[in-house]
């Protein structure tokens, strides 16, 4: 069966082309204009593990490597492109082009996002102009395109998959999503086996592609089943019998998907058995869906970081799951009378559908998950709405091109209006700490954004300010280890030692191996009089880290003076081993005086004398010389 073709448009192909080039412009106009300014701001969050501290990305070759230095297809299982090559080997590009500048990378975001929006605009035009909408938009099918591309090119909701450059895992596997689509359309046209076989190949490339940039590319395959026969055949049946090749050949991108998890989920948090029950998940994502939802339409107010209660029994989620109980329904129903809302409406669900049943228990909800489905939505709504002004416009007998005047000058502005808010969200990215405080702002009480905001203003010196949000980051959150650690140095650093030796009392209860915690608890016993205790803390510090070198230089000297001498050493020289700086040296050096080994103390004084010159350090200067005169005097073991 050959699927219902475009009616000739009554315009030459260079002048179509001519229009084409001039709405390209304008996209690529539009979002340089409003991402631009944006480009030099600093990496925020993730990017720190993903480019800053990802080594994969600092050579191209040889593409995979090895475990000591990993190639661009082997993304550390840390990072948040771990089991997405491509997205990696799109860093290791930018980093060979530009090192660690930022711009580089978000242009490349920019450019990808300019792409996907040319690609949107295909696919709708082509659409609007199919047999199915019986001509209704054949003479204005572009124009409804390029305006369906320009809001959602300037919605907000896709500032953080341009701007936030470790979204670019979205911002790519919706381009290829997007263009897995357009082949398939030209697939379905072609009238040749030759090019039929060429749009098959490129539609299972693209596809594969984007499961290769993040996995919510799963659903690709199926929603190119319903577009043929929502909008060109009218049967299941009849879209598998006439393109089971291209079914075929979309399907598997599906296999590197499973290849790359076959070892577990890709990141420690995300699947089942990770802390929330499954039913506990499923219920909290019918109120995330209706958000989603809300965003779509209103998208405000934006945070980096949405905390979401968990709902734990029906009888608190009840009202959100009857409401997406009967949405479903209602979807159900569409799709089986082949409506293109039962398509929009069934896209919408499936590319979020994986983040909807699979818990991600650090990141109940994302703005960015919206990137693919919104491309539905912001067509679906500039078609319609031009549909319902057109048919009232002919009701009342009104001349068509007023109401289509009138309606187009709207869409402008709600695009104007979507364009002033993205500007007014990208401001927040010009420092990550702005993120977090307008996050403080719209949602106080996420433990997440109180937690990251005291952080960053604890790192940047302003103590005092940093204390409240990490006491409401405990409140909130009194099981992170993490965030009574940071709360306890915050504490210690304004004098307040009794209270950071709670906390750090209660890090090490939460988590026993936290280091850096059982550290400064044998600190502050230390300076308490309680050498003993300290000791077993410090003991515990070195089995948790074995190249603490400060750990084992304080436990060293407690153990020296419990007359624990030849123990001493041992954790001297291996604080020596790991660090060689002037207090390793000298400490080490007093030891081996105190068991007669002077020549060896008298090197390592000589080393700790020349760290000491090198720095210009005159008070351990003094200190070292002071020494290795003590030491020459002593007596050389027999």
Known sequence: MVPPRPQAKPHSKAGLWALAAVGALALAGAVWWLYGPASGYPFVFDDQGTIVDNLSIRRLWPPVGTEEAPGPLCAPRTTAVHGRPLVNLSFAVNYALGGLNPIGYRHFNMAIHLVTALLLWAIVTRTLQLDFFAGRFERIAGVLGFASALVWALHPVNTESVVYVTQRTESMMGMFYLATLYSALHYWSAQSTGSRTLWLITAATACIAGMLCKEMAASAPAMCLLYERTFLTGSFRRAVRRSWPLYAGLLLSWFPVIFLNFGGPRTPASGFGRGVAAYEWWLTQTEVFFLYLKLAVWP????????????HTFGEAWPWVLSAATLAFATCALVYRQTSAGFVATWFVAVLSPTLVIPLVNEIAAERRLYVPLAAVAPFLIAGGYAVVQYFGNRFGRKALAPTITYFALTASLAVGFAILCSHRLASYRQELFLWQDAVRHQPEDPMAQFNLGTLLAETGRIPEAIPHL?????????????QFNLARALEQVGQSQKAFEHYQATVDLQSDHAAAHYNLARLLEEDGRPQDALTHYEQAVAAKPDFSEARGNLGILLLGAGRTEEAIRQFEAA??????????????????????????????????NLARHDGNETMIQRAEEALSYFRTQPARH
């Open 471 to 483: 006491e409401a980051a405990v409140r909130l959150d009194s099981d992170s280890a993490q965030a």
């Open 300 to 311: 405000w107010p934006l945070v980096i970081h949405y905390q979401i209660p968990y709902l």
């Open 576 to 609: 020596l081993k790991e660090k060689e700086d002037f207090g390793n040296c000298l400490n080490l050096a007093s030891a081996y005086s105190m068991v007669h080994r002077r020549d060896q103390a008298i090197r390592l004084a000589e080393r700790a004398l």
